[in-house]
């Protein structure tokens, strides 16, 4: 039987389903990150985030490394 895990996102405090035991119906599924957007969101969250979040920290992500590792 999957395991659904009812959870509140750590950054922006909206509750969530996480669906760990049936990932393809999962929040969180078809949201590409790489290992490098994973790092930096792992950096600073321990726990699952709802995909707003997941998505916001993606963008972030990708506009830091823009300013800061492509324009040296």
């Known amino acids: 039987m999957p395991q659904h895990e009812p959870k509140t996102c750590p ?4 509750a969530f389903e996480c669906r760990v035991g049936d990932i393809g119906n999962c929040q969180c599924q078809g949201l590409s990150l790489s290992a490098e957007e994973m790092a930096f ?20 992500y990708i506009l830091f490394r823009e300013k800061f590792l ?3």
């Open 41 to 60: 969101i792992e950096e600073r969250y321990a726990d699952c985030l709802c995909r707003q979040c997941l998505t916001d920290l993606k963008n972030k």
């Open 11 to 14: 950054r922006c405090q909206v």
């Open 70 to 72: 492509f324009n040296k």
